[in-house]
Structure formats: C-alpha cells, structure tokens
T-cell receptor, first 111, second 115 residues
Framework: KQEVTQIPAALSVPEGENLVLNCSFT??????LQWFRQDPGKGLTSLLL?????REQTSGRLNASLDKSSGRSTLYIAASQPGDSATYLC??????????FGKGTMLLVSP | DAGVIQSPRHEVTEMGQEVTLRCKPI?????LFWYRQTMMRGLELLIY????????DSGMPEDRFSAKMPNASFSTLKIQPSEPRDSAVYFC?????????????FGDGTRLSIL
C-alpha cells in the first residue's frame, strides 16, 4: 500500500526566503505526482503535475522535482511572499487515477 | 469556466439523519472522485467513477455510505444513518479522462458536522 509522507508538518519563514518542501513515498511504481495548495476553508488547487518520466516541472516561482527511484519529490518556492501562506499537499498517482495524499506542510510566510 | 461545484458548503445535522452531498463536475470531465478530509487521517479517496460507472469503492468506510452518478454532470454521496465520526470535509474532484496523467480539479468541499 502506497504511503506518502511530508516533512516538515509546518514551516514559518520571513518574506523573501527561498524554501523547500519535501515529500516521500514508499512505492516507486507511480504514474505521476501532483502538488496542491489548500487555503483555509477551501478546496485544493493543483500547482504542478510531474509525470513519472519527468525530473521536474516549473511554474513561475515554483519548481517541483521528482526522483522516482528514491521515492522523493521536492517543491521549491523562490522568493516567498505572504500570499504563499497555505497548506501544501503532495499526492501520488499509483494508477487507475487514484491519488494517495500526504498530510501536508502548513506554510506561513511573515511580512 | 466553472470549476467543480459542491453543495451544500456546510451541513450540520443530528446523528441518525440522512445526509446527501452533491457534486457537479467540470463539463467534459469523465472521471469523478469523492474524498474525505479529517485532521487525523488527512485526505482519503472514498470512491471514483469513470464515465458514470463506479470503478473503485474500496475507500467507502461502511454500508452507511453510498454514492451515485446518474449522469455525467451530477453525483451524490449519501450517508444514512449519519454518525458523529462522519464529521469531516468531503471533497469532490473531476478530471478530463480516465488516463492517469490528467490533473484532478477539486471543489471547495462540504464541511459536515454530525451532532
């Protein structure tokens, strides 16, 4: 059974810092990995999707990497802003469109 | 474009009552997913449909839970009878195709409280 772990559970940084969120998964036989953002009281917003054949994906200040063989992914946020404050969730697709989620990293960026 | 639409946004009811949650997927999406989110267990897949047919319901916790998708634009998740431990946020998501490499798009969820 696929298990997804996210470290740290919470992170507080001053505005402007670059930061890295970590995600690890136990079964490397995946189709893709998706990073989501969740704001309080809201649903999930898809940020980046990395196919199993890819090593990284970039969108603006966000860069996600994938090392399938070691079961790891990172989400890099450059020049963090208070508006980046949210919970970031990693989800692994192991097939048949079903996602297994980590419990998330709660990020607070202080002005 | 309209995203995934869920209703109601909040539901508070007494245990034993029937609860029905509703979801309208993004037009053109043919895969639909129901998830439950709690502090203890995080996000868990309950059931998913492809072309209105239930494909995997192994995440449905008990027989008290049932889900239907009578057409491509509507799905319901029903709990009968409801219990306090069912309190959670229930999310519906949809994706463009059953192909695994399509992102899932989530609704804003239904926050359910069973007293």
């Amino acid at each position: 059974k696929q298990e997804v772990t996210q470290i740290p559970a919470a992170l507080s940084v001053p505005e402007g810092e670059n930061l890295v969120l970590n995600c690890s998964f136990t079964d490397s036989a995946i189709y893709n990995l998706q990073w989501f953002r969740q704001d309080p009281g809201k649903g999930l917003t898809s940020l980046l999707l990395i196919q199993s054949s890819q090593r990284e994906q970039t969108s603006g200040r966000l860069n996600a990497s994938l090392d399938k063989s070691s079961g790891r992914s990172t989400l890099y946020i450059a020049a963090s802003q208070p508006g980046d404050s949210a919970t970031y969730l990693c989800a692994v697709n192991s097939g048949y469109s079903t996602l297994t989620f980590g419990k998330g990293t709660m990020l607070l960026v202080s002005p | 474009d309209a995203g995934v639409i869920q209703s109601p946004r909040h539901e508070v009811t007494e245990m034993g009552q029937e609860v029905t949650l509703r979801c309208k997927p993004i037009s053109g999406h043919n895969s639909l997913f129901w998830y439950r989110q709690t502090m203890m267990r995080g996000l868990e897949l309950l059931i998913y449909f492809n072309n209105n047919v239930p494909i995997d319901d192994s995440g449905m916790p008990e027989d008290r839970f049932s889900a239907k998708m009578p057409n491509a634009s509507f799905s319901t998740l029903k709990i009968q009878p409801s219990e306090p431990r069912d309190s959670a946020v229930y999310f519906c998501a949809s994706s463009l195709a059953s192909h695994s490499n399509q992102p899932q798009h989530f609704g804003d969820g239904t926050r359910l409280s069973i007293l």
